[in-house]
């Protein structure tokens, strides 16, 4: 074999072998590049609300309920949240919702689930002990429901309706120690399942003699005072 021949295939030898190693480079180039995430608030998000009249909203229209108003500031921060889905009602106990609850037989999974119950075990005179062990699980089936991200469960604590026009006849004092002490139970048992506890009670107490705090009925809240507990609520955001 002459020297050319030789020389023309080591050249062929070497270009093979570069354009194998750039064929290489390009491929794991494009395997590194980053693949670009959408922004979280372009993703449109799901809030479910639990509760009692003070999270139906009793006595007030409905753009001024609680989760309602709380939608509206999230999404005024860019969080992109749907219309709330609420199971609730005027009157509903820690059981009665349970019952309905899973009458719902919710499968769909929520970017947040808020949960405000007990006004009416209070006002019922009901157990202490059975609210604790209904409490439990409700906040279970809030974790289930926000597909077992804790993160995404409030529990927000019972206004006192002590301070309302409805119970000045009443013993204004002794309804007052009985939400506190149900208060207790909740914040207890929230935070041992380090969920975010929101407390709005110190707030409602606020409404003392301010008729523009009261709806209607004269027992419940008005949509400014449910402004001012989503205020509260919006602080963990």
Known sequence: MTKIKIMLMLILAITSCNEKSNKNDFFEAEQETPVEMEPENNTT????????????GQSVPENDRFPVLLVNDLNAKDYNFNAPKIIAQTGWTTGELKSAILQ???SEKYDLVTLLIGVNNQYRGNSIDVFRTEFIELLNMAISFAGNNRG????????????????ENRDRSKISKEIDLFNTVKKEETLKMNIKFVDITPVSRQALNKSQFFASDGLHFSGEMHQLWVDEIMTLF
């Not at 998000?45 to 139906?56: C, F, P, R």
């Not at 604590?157 to 409805?166: Q, R």
């Open 152 to 167: 995404n469960v409030i529990v927000v604590s019972i206004p006192d309706w002590a301070v309302s026009p409805y119970a």
């Open 104 to 106: 719902e037989n919710i």
């Open 45 to 56: 998000k799901n809030y479910l609300a639990l509760g009692d009249s003070y999270t139906i």
